[in-house]
């Protein structure tokens, strides 16, 4: 069981390493959002958030920033509770833009949130002293 869990931290790390940095360097094509345009709006907002059209955002930076350091704590095992926690708003997000305006893409979406959610489970013990 240690392996799995292991497994599942690397691996949710390196998936959030990989979409973190994309978000800079854009070296992944964007998911097709032809046939939904209500999506299409909110993810070029996100992305290019600037007063100026077409600018570039400081959104989808901070997001990436954030899924990069996490991914980062969860491979090098460096403060794993803390990252699991950073993670929750992200996967929340992540779940609700593909359910609300982009339903067939929701697969990493939710792959992302229940790792999260399994692997907070399993750190339980470093939370309790919150919930008390």
Excluded: C
């Excluded at 390196?14 to 979409?19: G, P, S, T």
């Excluded at 097709?32 to 930076?61: C, M, Q, T, V, W």
């Excluded at 460096?78 to 779940?95: E, G």
């Amino acid at each position: 069981m240690k392996i799995f869990h292991l497994i599942l931290r690397i691996g949710l790390g390196l998936m959030l390493l990989a979409f973190g940095l994309n978000k800079f360097l854009w070296f992944m094509p964007d998911f097709d959002f032809s046939k939904y345009p209500d999506a299409a709006h909110l993810f070029n907002s996100l992305r290019y958030s600037s007063h100026e059209p077409g600018g570039p955002g400081y959104i989808l930076h901070l997001v990436g920033a954030t899924e990069a350091i996490v991914g980062l704590l969860l491979i090098l095992k460096k403060w794993i509770p803390f990252a699991l926690i950073m993670l929750v708003p992200i996967s929340i997000n992540l779940v609700a833009f593909h359910l609300f305006v982009n339903l067939p893409n929701i697969g990493p979406a939710l792959l992302v949130a229940v790792v999260n959610g399994y692997l907070i489970y399993k750190n339980w013990d470093a939370y309790r002293a919150m919930f008390q």
